[in-house]
């Protein structure tokens, strides 16, 4: 049977939904969780290309014995790597070596940095004042696409899925999390300062005429 990297793949991805749920049941974080993956797929990819170049795998054509293996598997076991190769169901697998997990672990818990563009914090800002909010009233404040930064502020936590706005479409209403609260030291969205009414109208100006020059263009 030879090499399948299609094949391969689809064993990779399965067992890694495994995975996902295993560590997502101990408590540990997606982003943590995919960061383990994306290590994980790296070596994947890294040393497919390897054996695509080097070799092509078979399964043995004979059932002699469990101890006779494919050589490149051999070599990975007594090398110092940290990944492994593991045969499953007559097909081969790499997957990272069962004693380095507790690095990786130690590696993918390690608090992310959360840095906010203008962008986020504008679009985050707009969230905050007019929650429960759809994209599109963003998008219209803002006079642009808010996507990328809506994906992001949720991928942090700081935004969250509110529920669907009861018009045609069913547009999701976005609101802050209590991680927002946290980061942002208020206990409630009481608490969030008060924009002064003649900076709000001048505000208001000033992004209706960068839509106009918009138009114009």
Excluded at 25 to 44: P, S
Excluded at 66 to 74: G, N, Q, T
Excluded at 126 to 143: C, F, M, N, S
Aim: proline content about 4%; overall charge negative.
């Amino acid at each position: 049977m030879s090499f399948n990297k299609g094949y391969e793949l689809k064993k990779f991805e399965a067992h890694w939904e495994k995975l996902r749920i295993e560590y997502a049941a101990a408590g540990m974080t997606k982003e943590a969780i995919q960061k383990m993956y994306d290590y994980d797929r790296q070596q994947f990819n890294s040393e497919r290309t390897f054996i695509e170049r080097t070799q092509e795998f078979t399964a043995p054509a004979y059932e002699s014995s469990e101890e006779e293996a494919s050589p490149l598997m051999l070599r990975y076991q007594e090398e110092d790597r940290g990944i492994q190769i593991i045969e499953l169901d007559q097909a081969y697998q790499l997957c990272t070596k069962k004693e380095y997990y507790s690095y990786l672990i130690r590696i993918a818990m390690q608090p992310q940095k959360v840095v906010l563009s203008d962008v986020m914090l504008e679009t985050l800002s707009i969230i905050a004042y007019k929650q429960p909010v759809t994209k599109l009233e963003i998008e219209k404040i803002r006079g642009v696409k808010c996507d990328h930064a809506v994906n992001k502020l949720m991928e942090y936590g700081l935004v969250t899925e509110l529920g669907r706005l009861d018009a045609p479409g069913r547009p999701i209403l976005l609101g802050t999390t209590e991680e927002f609260l946290r980061c942002f030291g208020v206990e409630n969205l009481d608490e969030l300062p008060v924009m002064n009414p003649v900076k709000m109208e001048d505000f208001k100006a000033e992004a209706e005429e960068e839509i106009q020059l918009r138009l114009d263009i």
